[in-house]
């Protein structure tokens, strides 16, 4: 298996077949955490795919200082929080 930095490099330099070998290592546990977070199957999908949106547009902020799943982790809470917040915000409005 090849390591996770290794990957992400290929990714940084334009090579979208290494940024799809990190979604599919990671999309499994990004999926049932976000369907832990949001309840249902469809939100799961939705929020799993604003996770590897993010992911991809953020790729060169990732600076090793952490393992590339932790990183990957805490973009997927901060996406399910924000989408709670927008939920609960639209919520309010009259």
Do not use: C
């Amino acid at each position: 298996m090849k390591d996770d930095r290794t990957i992400v490099e290929r990714a940084r330099r334009g090579e979208q077949a290494a940024f799809g070998e990190l979604v599919e290592r990671y999309k499994k546990k990004i999926y049932f955490l976000a369907l832990d977070m949001t309840g249902n199957h469809h939100d799961a999908e939705d929020m799993s795919q604003d996770v590897f949106i993010r992911a991809f547009r953020y790729l060169d902020g990732f600076q090793g200082d952490a393992a590339f799943g932790t990183w990957l982790y805490r973009i997927a809470v901060n996406t399910g929080l924000d989408r709670k917040r927008r939920k609960m915000n639209s919520a309010l409005l009259p």
